[in-house]
């Protein structure tokens, strides 16, 4: 079965740095577009940013344009969350999930990882 | 405020047949697919229904999915205690250019 798994969460200050990784398996990375979506405490799903099979194509919900960066490593199967200028807002559980296509909008999102935690206090 | 609302809440008692709408507009549920996820407490989510009304494998069929318009629905029929959680619509949005997720539906069987 696919398998996801985050790493990299922990407690920042706010206007801080963390990258967040997350390594799949059982699946061929390459062919599908993954996705980040966070969970504040107590909240709602929250989309934070996609990217295609290719790497080519990527996308950001507006909270996080310009602060985040999505990227992915075929080498490694790893996809990534580079956060800069982190705040107090950003305080959430990132789940890191599969994409059903290589394209990002028209998949849905088959596959989540366990979340991790990333807190942003001071 | 989500771009797709959903309620905040449903109940029924086992048995029971709840549905959980979700509203959204032109640019996304009105020109794109619908997807449901279900988040069991302290779960993460999983796919329950995706492009509007298909099962993904294991999924009972007690749920179902349809889309009209810009408003798309859940229904679960036969309700069970082990559905108590929330239950998220999502679809991409056009003029965002990315997914937007409804507020979430808290469900509790009573």
């Known amino acids: 079965e696919v398998q996801l798994l985050e790493s990299g969460g922990g407690l920042v200050q706010p206007g801080g740095s963390l990258t967040l990784s997350c390594t799949a398996s059982r699946f061929t990375f390459s062919n599908y577009a993954m996705t980040w979506v966070r969970q504040a405490p107590g909240k709602g799903l929250e989309w934070v940013s996609s990217i295609s099979a290719s790497g080519g194509s990527t996308y950001y919900a507006g909270s996080v344009r310009d602060r985040f960066a999505i990227s992915r490593d075929i080498s490694k199967n790893t996809l990534y969350l580079q956060m800069n200028t982190l705040r107090v807002e950003d305080t959430a559980v990132y789940y890191c999930?599969?994409?059903?296509?290589?394209?990002?909008?028209?998949?849905?999102?088959?596959?989540w990882g366990q979340g991790i935690l990333v807190t942003v206090s001071s | 405020q989500s771009v797709v609302t959903q309620p905040p809440s449903a109940s029924g008692t086992p048995g029971q047949r709840v549905t959980i709408t979700c509203s959204g507009s032109s640019s996304n549920i009105g020109s794109k697919t619908v997807n449901w996820y279900q988040q069991l407490l302290g779960t993460a989510p999983k796919v329950l229904i995706y492009?509007?009304?298909q099962r993904p494998s294991g999924v009972p069929d007690r749920f179902s999915g349809s889309k009209s318009g810009t408003s798309a629905s859940l229904v679960i029929s036969g309700l069970q205690s082990e559905d108590e959680g929330d239950y998220y619509c999502a679809v991409w949005d056009d003029d965002l250019l990315g997914w937007v997720f409804g507020g979430g539906t808290k469900l509790t069987v009573l």
């Open positions: 999930a599969k994409g059903s296509y290589d394209y990002v909008w028209g998949s849905y999102l088959d596959y």
């Open positions: 492009n509007n009304n």
